[in-house]
T-cell receptor, first 115, second 116 residues
Framework: DTGVSQDPRHKITKRGQNVTFRCDPI?????LYWYRQTLGQGPEFLTY????????KSRLLSDRFSAERPKGSFSTLEIQRTEQGDSAMYLC?????????????FGEGSWLTVV | GDSVTQMEGPVTLSEEAFLTINCTYT??????LFWYVQYPGEGLQLLLK?????DKGSNKGFEATYRKETTSFHLEKGSVQVSDSAVYFC???????????????FGTGTLLAVQP
């Protein structure tokens, strides 16, 4: 078990460019979550999937953000026309439902800097 | 809405000192409560949790008790070490569909710095 894996770990992009992050959850975990964390703040929920179904989206997820989990395994989070306010760490997490305790496991995050 | 409030940091302690990090919550219903820890350059790790009132979560010498009457989940450790230096996040969640833990709502985090 290799844990939740995120790629890339760091991304610097120019304002207006599109970026995509990938998350590979722990194998057999059917729930996958995306969070955003800015400096000095706690993670904020963006969206989550049960298998390939996107069950909830936060109001933080503007039209420029889209997340997919096409085969119920890995997920991508795309940000179109990036803005400086998008600079943050994007965290992916996974869990197994139903499972003992339903613990949510986090990846190490993908840092985005928009210049 | 549901929210978590933590004491602001940084909290600076000497090694072997007693630690308390306060956490209170506002929620409709009865959430599960968690403490996560984030070491420098790493992701979040679950430290401990409690799923109902009066439950005590414990791990690595850390403890927290779910107090419904005071809506609190304070983190404590009797003797901190330099290696405990990290950011600590209190969080809550509700059970969603199928009984699984739904989204987590985090506090802003408390930086703990332990000096030798």
């Amino acid at each position: 078990d290799t844990g939740v894996s995120q790629d890339p770990r760091h991304k610097i992009t120019k304002r207006g460019q599109n970026v995509t992050f990938r998350c590979d959850p722990i194998s057999e975990h059917n729930r996958l979550y995306w969070y955003r964390q800015t400096l000095g703040q706690g993670p904020e929920f963006l969206t989550y999937f049960q298998n390939e179904a996107q069950l909830e989206k936060s109001r933080l997820l503007s039209d420029r953000f889209s997340a997919e989990r096409p085969k119920g395994s890995f997920s991508t989070l795309e940000i179109q026309r990036t803005e400086q306010g998008d600079s943050a760490m994007y965290l992916c997490a996974s869990s197994f439902n139903p499972g003992a305790g339903n613990t949510i496991y986090f990846g190490e995050g993908s840092w985005l800097t928009v210049v | 809405g549901d929210s978590v409030t933590q004491m602001e940091g940084p909290v600076t302690l000497s090694e072997e000192a007693f630690l308390t990090i306060n956490c209170t919550y506002t929620a409709t219903g009865y959430p599960s409560l968690f403490w996560y820890v984030q070491y420098p350059g790493e992701g979040l790790q679950l430290l401990l949790k409690a799923t109902k009132a009066d439950d005590k979560g414990s791990n690595k010498g850390f403890e927290a008790t779910y107090r419904k009457e005071t809506t609190s989940f304070h983190l404590e450790k009797g003797s901190v070490q330099v290696s405990d230096s990290a950011v600590y996040f209190c969080a809550l969640s509700f059970r969603g569909r199928g009984g699984a833990t739904n989204k987590l709502i985090f506090g802003t985090g408390t930086l703990l710095a332990v000096q030798p």
